[in-house]
């Protein structure tokens, strides 16, 4: 992995944007700075960086509403950084989406470490798949009406192709694979986050429920106290 990245820093505050900046130029990141959300959003749709980090305080449009549309279209690293020392504020960030939250005022060395954290697990999603897979020779995974091509990832419900961001995919593939097995929420984090994620595990809930939002009437259901499993009918042999 190279440092070759480009990095958003949205930040009101011009010194923590500047003092941010400077620390990751020294470590050969690409950045730009953007003092509103609405900056950030233009920058999105025309010159999408590889990763945020995001304030939550910020004129206009708060730092939660840009993580939640960013984490509709894209898993793209999202570092939240925000004075609220709250355990509700991280929670409702982490379930927005967010990959990491640091407290101001923090240390920007720390902040250069968990961005270099944060992009070599991106890195190993985008480009590899290290886990063990029983389908790994075939093709695709059907389940009823799904249809999961794993090379291409690309995934078919009911006829029609769905986009699925890489975590979605990762979700689903693993869900599949071993359908009316319930996986324990510590079980997927490890599967789809890497076993490095120290994240609320409340990140699961989240990306199942953006999930249904595109597969609608999609098989999954919660396990009280546990998990989630795919249900399949098992077909009676005759």
Same mark, same amino acid.
């Given at each position: 992995?190279?440092?070759?990245?480009?990095?958003?820093?949205?930040?009101?505050?011009?010194?923590?944007?500047?003092?941010?900046?400077?620390?990751?130029?020294?470590?050969?990141?690409?950045?730009?700075?953007?003092?509103?959300?609405?900056?950030?959003?233009? @920058?999105?749709?025309?010159?999408?960086?590889?990763?945020?980090?995001?304030?939550?305080?910020?004129?206009?449009?708060? #730092?939660?509403?840009?993580?939640?549309?960013?984490?509709?279209?894209?898993?793209?690293?999202?570092?939240?950084?925000?004075?609220?020392?709250?355990?509700?504020?991280?929670?409702?960030?982490?379930?927005?989406?967010?990959?990491?939250?640091?407290?101001?005022?923090?240390?920007?060395?720390?902040?250069?470490?968990?961005?270099?954290?944060? @992009?070599?697990?991106?890195?190993?999603?985008?480009?590899?798949?290290?886990?063990?897979?029983?389908?790994?020779?075939?093709?695709?995974?059907?389940? #009823?009406?799904?249809? @999961?091509?794993?090379?291409?990832?690309?995934?078919?419900?009911?006829?029609?192709?769905?986009?699925?961001?890489?975590?979605?995919?990762a979700m689903l593939k693993v869900l599949a694979e071993y359908p009316n097995r319930?996986?324990?929420?510590?079980? @997927?984090?490890?599967?789809?986050?890497?076993?490095?994620?120290? #994240?609320?595990?409340?990140?699961?809930?989240?990306?199942?429920?953006?999930?249904?939002?595109?597969?609608?009437?999609?098989?999954?259901?919660?396990v009280w106290g546990l998990g989630y499993r795919m249900r399949v009918e098992e077909?009676?042999?005759?």
């Open positions: 992995m190279n440092n070759n990245y480009l990095i958003a820093i949205v930040d009101d505050d011009q010194h923590i944007r500047h003092l941010v900046e400077a620390y990751l130029q020294k470590e050969n990141y690409r950045t730009v700075g953007l003092e509103t959300a609405e900056e950030a959003w233009t @920058l999105w749709r025309t010159t999408p960086p590889d990763m945020w980090v995001l304030d939550i305080m910020l004129p206009g449009m708060d #730092g939660y509403e840009f993580c939640r549309r960013i984490r509709n279209e894209a898993e793209v690293p999202i570092i939240m950084i925000s004075a609220r020392d709250n355990e509700v504020d991280k929670i409702l960030g982490l379930e927005l989406g967010s990959d990491d939250y640091l407290v101001k005022p923090f240390s920007p060395r720390e902040l250069v470490a968990r961005i270099k954290r944060q @992009l070599q697990r991106w890195y190993k999603l985008k480009n590899a798949d290290d886990k063990p897979s029983r389908e790994e020779e075939q093709a695709k995974i059907e389940h #009823g009406q799904l249809q @999961l091509w794993l090379e291409d990832r690309r995934v078919f419900w009911n006829g029609e192709e769905v986009d699925m961001t890489i975590k979605e995919f319930a996986f324990t929420r510590d079980e @997927l984090l490890t599967y789809v986050w890497g076993d490095d994620y120290f #994240g609320s595990d409340r990140a699961v809930d989240h990306l199942i429920k953006r999930m249904r939002k595109k597969l609608e009437d999609l098989p999954i259901e919660a077909r009676e042999s005759i």
